[in-house]
């Protein structure tokens, strides 16, 4: 395992030298200067020329970008143009509600797509299945920013039950921040809750057809134990990479839900960044994200030798 772990973050360095690149050179040839917004339209051409020196915007391509990896080999994002603090401090700042709503959000998606793949699966053909099946087939068709439209029209419009938008810090007030977070994650988490169910669905369909779950039901054990003790357990390993790269959606996902509900997290940040040109704050965002990515990946790799014993990393 050690071996095996060693030989994926090593092959992190390749992977995040060409996220690096391709968000490097994607952004640069974006129509529009960054000090043309920052400085305004009664900007001089020589406060636009001063201040592109300033900022380094002046040097050849190739130039930035070897002090762009050279910054990051550093740890140092760099400096926002608008922000006027290090990307690093506007990232750890904006983080919190992204990670609190993808997590809350992927809590909702494996609360209701596991236990309904499950059900579905070992109900084969029952109203049961049909049902649920539906209702995955609508979680897939249903646009995420209706929904949360719809949410906030009636849970905070009409009924008045919860806040229609904002965030409130779980660390200051986890009451509030609970009452915040409800329609943003359940918005959210419906959406991938249906790919969930569906590959649940499959692999239960497929555990309960192998031959050791034959011999178990001619042992006369209840279909209770079949299902949850002998055939849930081994249809979780291609679960788990479904919630894993559900997990690693649901952080890009958030952007839209977080414009929608007004949550001041990672998604809003690289909006207004790419709408103002800053440069720095788009490659970090994107590079911490890509990070992630990766690193859920390689959780997910981890977590298979826990629930199959025979799967081994030599």
């Known amino acids: 395992m050690t071996r095996y772990l060693c030989h994926r973050l090593l092959a992190l360095i390749p992977v995040m030298a060409v996220v690096v690149t391709v968000v490097f050179l994607l952004i640069h040839l974006i129509p529009g200067d960054p000090v043309s917004v920052m400085l305004g339209p009664d900007a001089t051409a020589n406060q636009i020329q001063a201040t592109r020196r300033a900022l380094g915007l002046d040097r050849p391509l190739h130039e930035q970008l070897l002090k762009f990896y050279a910054r990051v080999l550093r740890g140092d994002l760099g400096q926002s143009y608008f922000l006027d603090r290090p990307v690093t401090t506007a990232l750890r700042e904006r983080a ?5 709503l993808t997590l809350a959000a992927l809590l909702v998606a494996v609360a209701i797509g596991v236990p309904s793949g499950i059900l579905a699966g070992a109900s084969r053909g029952s109203p049961w299945d049909r049902t649920l099946m539906t209702g995955a087939l609508l979680g897939v068709c249903i646009p995420g920013f209706w929904l949360s439209l719809n949410f906030i029209y009636l849970f905070a419009v009409r009924l008045g039950w919860l806040p229609a938008a904002g965030y409130a810090s779980v660390f200051v007030d986890p009451v509030a921040a609970l009452r915040h977070m409800v329609l943003p994650a359940v918005s959210l988490g419906f959406n991938q809750s249906a790919l969930i169910a ?6 239960m369909l497929e555990v309960l057809q192998q031959d050791y779950i034959r011999t178990a039901r001619a042992k006369g054990l209840s279909q209770r134990v079949v299902v949850y003790v002998h055939a849930f357990r081994n249809a979780l390993v291609p679960v788990t990479t479904v919630i894993g790269i559900t ?18 997290g990672l998604g809003r940040l ?11 704050v788009v490659q970090g965002v ?7 990515y990766v690193l859920i990946n390689l959780a997910v790799d981890c977590v298979y030798a826990f629930i199959d014993p025979r799967i081994r990393y030599d």
């Open 286 to 292: 994107v590079l911490v994200t890509a990070a992630s």
């Open 96 to 100: 919190e509600p992204t990670l609190v």
């Open 247 to 264: 997990m690693a959606i649901l952080i890009g996902g958030a952007v839209v839900t977080e414009i929608v509900f007004n949550i001041p």
């Open 198 to 203: 569906r590959i649940a669905r499959s692999c």
């Open 270 to 280: 690289i909006i207004s960044a790419i709408l103002r040109r800053d440069y720095p």
